[in-house]
């Protein structure tokens, strides 16, 4: 029902800045809120990040408070990830979801690589 699609990955040094993108498109009327989430090889899928859309309040997993900010656009349909001061363990697929709110997320993008060197 929403289509995402994820940009702006790529291959970085530690201590490096990158930002995700995602757009968002089809039938967005039922999404409320958007997150990122990312899975590193061998490990579960993790959430790092949400937003409400109208409101624009914020979550953050502790791994990444103070590092990485969560934005959107309304008119554009757009979701970012700014990620600065990247460390390797920040090494994963990062997701974008859509859904009604932080506790269900039903959409979600292909996802977009990012790799952090030492």
């Known amino acids: 029902q929403v289509h995402l699609v994820e940009s702006g990955g790529g291959l970085v040094q530690a201590g490096a800045s990158l930002r995700l993108s995602c757009t968002i498109s089809?039938?967005?009327?039922?999404?409320?809120?958007m997150g990122w989430f990312r899975q590193a090889p061998g490990k579960e899928r993790e959430f790092v990040a949400a937003i409400t859309w109208i409101t624009g309040n914020t979550a953050y997993s502790d791994s990444v408070k103070g590092r990485f900010w969560i934005s959107r656009d309304n008119a554009l349909h757009l979701l970012y990830l700014q990620m600065n001061s990247l460390k390797p363990e920040d090494t994963a697929v990062y997701y974008c979801a859509a859904g009604s709110d932080f506790s269900q997320f039903t959409s979600w993008g292909q996802g977009t690589q990012v790799t952090v060197s030492s």
């Open positions: 089809g039938r967005t009327s039922s999404t409320r809120a």
